[in-house]
């Protein structure tokens, strides 16, 4: 058992269970979740394009690129820092998908989280989950295509999603193959004492 620090980042596959600890701190604990995804979908609502990924990872490489590649993890924690309210008792970060916005994260004593499951799981949880993102509606060779450029991109450039790398440097590694989310629930809680 781990009991997890004040911030902690959040990486992983898709349907792999993020949210799911983020939610539960929450929760549990009033830890304030954010979605470094919703960030770039309210930017992509801004310049009125759709939620596709490939929209999505131009709008995060661009951000990084002007910004630096652990901006939006550093804003995130410094927003946190400045916003605090009563009772709040922590920040998760969410979809960490590059290196140095993992180690953003450790450098202010946090921990990365990597979260994984089998992808025929997780594609079946997507579509299971109805979600209403216009992302989640793909065939299967799609959904590993999609991923397989986030996780092995071709540039080694730091401003680009690499999924592998945040893999790499991950403090904790988390697999769910649960077949019900109230198991990994429970799961977490008795791991990470929640």
């Given at each position: 058992m781990t009991k997890?620090?004040?911030i902690i980042g959040l990486a992983g596959t898709n349907g792999a269970g993020k949210d799911t600890l983020g939610d539960l701190r929450l929760k549990l604990h009033n830890a304030r979740k954010v979605s470094l995804s919703d960030i770039l979908r309210d930017e992509?609502?801004?310049?009125?394009?759709?939620?596709?990924?490939?929209?999505l990872g131009a709008i995060s490489t661009e951000l990084s690129t002007q910004l630096g590649a652990g901006a939006l993890s550093l804003a995130t924690i410094k927003n946190f820092q400045e916003t605090r309210t009563y009772g709040e008792t922590g920040?998760?970060?969410v979809s960490i998908r590059r290196p140095d916005e993992g180690r953003a994260i450790q450098d202010v004593g946090g921990k990365l989280i990597w979260i994984d499951a089998d992808r025929h799981i997780r594609?079946?949880?997507?579509?299971?989950?109805?979600?209403?993102?216009?992302?989640?509606?793909k065939t299967f060779e799609e959904f590993c295509a999609e991923e397989d450029r986030e996780m092995y991109p071709e540039s080694p450039d730091p401003f680009t999603l690499n999924m592998s790398a945040v893999r790499d440097?991950?403090?904790?590694?988390?697999?769910?193959?649960?077949?019900?989310?109230?198991k990994f629930e429970k799961n977490l809680i008795k791991r990470f004492k929640l």
């Open positions: 997890l620090p004040e992509a609502d801004k310049r009125g394009l759709p939620h596709e990924r490939i929209h920040l998760s970060i594609y079946q949880r997507i579509l299971d989950a109805n979600r209403g993102r216009v992302t989640d509606v440097i991950a403090d904790i590694h988390v697999v769910n193959e649960f077949d019900s989310k109230t």
